[in-house]
């Protein structure tokens, strides 16, 4: 699932994924760098982020 994350920081694209642990692991084989994080600033939600190849901030977010 796609959606637009909204922090202080500025705007980012993301995607919302079953696992964020599953999915650094799969980022990690494919030789893409993890970026930021892993982050769980609540118990409710856990995400990293990876960059594009133009440099723009990916995140992908677990919702516990």
Same mark, same amino acid.
């Given at each position: 699932?796609?959606?637009?994350? *909204? #922090?202080? !920081?500025?705007?980012?694209? /993301?995607? +919302?994924?079953? $696992?964020?642990? +599953?999915?650094? *692991?799969?980022?990690? +084989?494919? /030789? #893409? !760098?993890?970026? $930021? ?7 409710? #939600? ?8 133009? /440099? ?5 977010? +677990?919702?516990?």
């Amino acid at each position: 699932k796609f959606c637009w994350t *909204t #922090i202080r !920081a500025g705007h980012f694209p /993301g995607f +919302e994924v079953h $696992s964020v642990d +599953e999915m650094m *692991t799969f980022v990690k +084989e494919k /030789g #893409i !760098a993890v970026h $930021s994080g892993p982050f769980q600033p609540n118990p409710h #939600i856990k995400f990293f982020y990876v960059l594009d190849p133009n /440099g723009l901030k990916i995140q992908f977010v +677990e919702n516990i």
